[in-house]
C-alpha cells in the first residue's frame, strides 16, 4: 500500500515551509496567488490527505490576481487588439494595462518599477536594454516576476517569454520571399529596432534560409523605422531611390503603414513585400497586391497564454503563427 504524503512531503515538493502549510490549513495564512497555485498543484499530484480542505482554505476570500501588462503605443491598431484581447478574456484575473509612448530604455525601466508596486507579474514589450534587464532583476527580488511579450527579454534571474518562435518567422518571410519571386535579385529588410530581440531572430532565421535555398538573392543591411510611420515611408523612399532594382522587401518591424505609402507612390508593384501583424492598413495592403504576405500573432491566443502564463513561475510559451495572403484575407 502506498504510503499517505505527509504535511512535510507537500512542503517539500512545494518549496514552502511547513508551517506555512499548517498555517493554511488552518486558516491563518494569506498566500500569493502564485504559491497557492503550487500548493494546490502538489497537493493535486500527492493525492494529499487534506485536499478539500486545502482548497477551502485557499479559495476562501481569495483576491483574482493583479497582473500587469506594459504596451507600446496605444495609436497601434496591433497593441490597442492585444489591449482588448486581455480584457475580455481576463474573467478570473484583474489585468492593468498601461501603454508606453516613449519607448526610451529609461522611461520603459521606470514604468516597470512603478507598476511592480501594484502588480504579482508583469509582461512588458520593449526592446533589450541594460536598464530593462536591471528592472526585471530588481522586480524578481521582490517578488514579481516579468515576462517579455512578443519580444524576449534577458536577464540574470528568471524571465518568462510569450509569443513567436522568431527565427521559424524569419525563415517562413524568405521561404515566401525567394519561392514567390521570379528572379533572384536583391533584398530591401527594415526592422524597427536592431535591440528588439525578435526583429534580430527574424533576420537570422530570413538569412538562415536564404543561405540555404536562395544562393542568388542578395539581402541589404537592414535599415531601421523606429516603429515610426513617417519614419518608415522616409526610408522606404529612399530605399527604392537607391535600389531600383528591388526584387523584394521583409518588413520585421512597425512603420507598415508608411511602407506601403512609399511603395503606392512610387508604383513599384512588382516588389514581392513580405510583412508582419493583421490590420486594416496589411489587409487593404493583401487585397490591393501590395503585400504578399502577412504572418501575425493569433491575439486571442496570445492574450489567453498570457494570462496563464504570468500565474506561474517564469517560463517561454511558444505560440504558432498566422498566415495571410491575397488570397485567404
Request: aromatic share 6%; net charge neutral; with cysteine.
Amino acid at each position: 500500500m502506498a504510503r499517505r504524503a505527509t504535511i512535510q512531503d507537500l512542503a517539500d515538493q512545494a518549496g514552502v515551509s511547513v508551517s506555512t502549510i499548517d498555517r493554511i490549513l488552518n486558516g491563518r495564512a494569506k498566500v500569493r496567488p502564485m504559491t497557492a497555485a503550487k500548493v494546490l498543484e502538489v497537493a493535486e499530484a500527492l493525492n494529499f490527505y487534506a485536499l478539500p480542505t486545502l482548497r477551502d482554505r485557499l479559495m476562501i476570500d481569495r483576491p483574482k490576481p493583479r497582473l500587469g501588462f506594459l504596451l507600446q503605443q496605444s495609436h497601434r491598431t496591433f497593441y490597442r487588439l492585444i489591449a482588448q484581447a486581455l480584457r475580455e478574456q481576463a474573467q478570473e484575473v484583474e489585468v492593468v494595462i498601461e501603454h508606453m509612448d516613449d519607448l526610451s530604455p529609461e522611461a520603459v525601466s521606470a514604468r516597470m518599477l512603478e507598476m511592480g508596486e501594484s502588480v504579482q507579474a508583469l509582461a512588458v514589450v520593449s526592446a533589450e536594454h541594460a536598464r530593462i534587464s536591471h528592472a526585471i532583476e530588481t522586480l524578481s527580488a521582490r517578488g514579481v516576476p516579468c515576462f517579455g511579450l512578443i519580444s524576449e527579454l534577458t536577464s540574470t534571474c528568471p524571465t518568462g517569454y510569450i509569443g513567436l518562435d522568431n527565427w521559424r518567422v524569419g525563415r517562413t518571410a524568405a521561404w515566401a520571399i525567394t519561392g514567390l519571386c521570379r528572379n533572384p535579385g536583391r533584398v530591401g529588410m527594415l526592422v524597427g529596432n536592431h535591440r528588439y530581440r525578435c526583429q534580430e531572430l527574424n533576420e537570422q532565421g530570413f538569412r538562415s534560409y536564404v543561405r540555404e535555398h536562395g544562393p542568388g538573392f542578395t539581402i541589404l543591411e537592414p535599415l531601421q523605422t523606429f516603429e515610426d510611420k513617417s519614419i518608415a515611408r522616409d526610408v522606404t523612399e529612399e530605399l527604392l531611390r537607391r535600389e531600383p532594382d528591388l526584387t523584394a522587401l521583409y518588413v520585421s518591424g512597425g512603420g507598415m503603414v508608411g511602407v506601403l505609402e512609399a511603395l503606392k507612390a512610387a508604383g513599384r508593384r512588382g516588389i514581392v513585400t513580405v510583412g508582419h501583424e493583421i490590420t486594416d492598413h496589411t489587409r487593404m495592403g493583401l487585397i490591393d497586391h501590395d503585400l504578399s504576405l502577412v504572418m501575425a500573432h493569433p491575439i486571442q491566443r496570445l492574450a489567453a497564454e498570457a494570462l496563464t502564463a504570468l500565474q506561474a513561475p517564469p517560463a517561454k510559451r511558444i505560440i504558432g503563427f498566422d498566415l495571410f495572403t491575397p488570397e485567404n484575407v
